[in-house]
């Protein structure tokens, strides 16, 4: 398996890769690559490039492009989710891998009335995003929202809110199974303790749909990977099954 | 929201709960409950019990049962998965957390020809599995396996095998559709780098299906946790969809 490293768009130029430098420490240091040998460069907005190393040198590492793809790895349904930020960090990040792996093409991290955090560090969540488009074989970085509170994502697509519910409306596959197999999907997770009455009735009011991730209590984390997972890789079943 | 607290069988006798120690100091020390408050015990076997507590000490939490239910939280579909042991400790206990909460039934940790850790600490996995358990509202533990190869699952269930293929035979989605409502189910999932060819082969001359959990590389962890999510949570939509 070709190993694959990130350059961002400004790094590559005229045929030329120039990886940025973490990336060429790992290259040369770490898994010994040498003038000659093939990796893959994906640039995060879609391009995808197998490269042939002509200089590895410890500080830097040079290679020619051999061949060029388009949104390798991209799936065809454009998936955004807006997840609470959570009070232990390493459980919003693992949120962060999983959906990066799953596909998803746009990550909002939310502030909710229940939220118990302020903090967020951009720079690790967007190197967690990096390493997990590289391990999962995307060729995009999904886009990554500054936090906002859930009264600024309303106006932007038709959102299913994930909500325990005593007496569930729908199930998130129900629901996706009543769009159109093509349309954008948003999809809203809450915090430890889920969102507020008030929130799931003004998301009503704003045309999104309520629904249920099963029977259990969900960690705020794992609803938001099921929901990715339900939205990107379990599409309804070809219609006639037997 | 009542705290729910666990107590193995041996720990409720006669209508009266002895918290364990662990337990106990969790409800005296960090919850502060008292005489007269009311929580949940559950024995991890199935019952689930509403109990007042009728002394409250710095080593001892005893109580009196008020209500008893049975299987509160589980599941119809009982659905075991198989798990290779994974270099990262954390990644596994990350995977085993979700397998609880989704509702898994039973977990049977695998050494497969590319696992590439001996090291398993049924203790540790064992207190991430109560954890879970109180946390999601379920009433049950899982069936924690110890350790074996491949060889010692084959004949107990007719496995689906996750496996990334260039060609893929179905998605889990399918192959769970063509299942019978309430089968059991067992998944297997490899660890990094996946199961081999020959471990794939084995399984299907044994009666398994191979299955994709779709076009990107998952991470093993992730890779179980979106197989049992798809088990358990995404039921296909109803037969009459418009």
């Given at each position: 398996m070709t190993t694959t490293f990130y350059a961002p768009p400004?790094?590559?130029r005229g045929g030329h890769v120039v990886l940025p430098e973490a990336e060429a420490r790992h290259a040369a240091a770490s898994l010994r690559k040498t003038t000659g040998d093939e990796i893959v460069v994906v640039d995060g907005e879609g391009g995808w490039h197998r490269v042939r190393l002509n200089h590895v040198g410890r500080e830097q590492v040079v290679g020619s492009i051999v061949e060029t793809k388009r949104?390798?790895?991209?799936?065809e349904r454009e998936v955004a989710i807006g997840m609470a930020l959570l009070k232990q960090r390493s459980r919003f990040e693992t949120f962060v891998e999983k959906a990066v792996e799953l596909g998803v093409a746009c990550l909002v991290p939310l502030h909710t009335e229940r939220t118990e955090t302020d903090s967020f560090r951009r720079e690790r969540v967007h190197n967690v995003m990096i390493a997990a488009m590289k391990q999962c074989g995307r060729s995009r970085l999904p886009a990554l929202a500054s936090p906002q509170s859930l009264s600024g994502v309303w106006g932007e697509r038709r959102w299913l809110i994930c909500h325990e519910q005593a007496?569930?409306?729908?199930?998130v596959t129900q629901a996706l199974h009543d769009l159109p197999a093509e349309a954008p999907i948003g999809l809203l997770v809450g915090p430890e303790?889920?969102?507020t009455e008030q929130e799931v009735n003004d998301g009503r009011d704003a045309g999104g749909r309520v629904v249920t991730l099963g029977p259990r209590r969900l960690r705020a984390e794992t609803a938001g990977i099921v929901a990715a997972s339900a939205a990107l890789l379990m599409p309804p079943p070809d219609p006639a099954p037997s």
């Open positions: 400004s790094s590559i949104d390798v790895g991209e799936p007496d569930p409306e729908r199930t303790g889920g969102f």
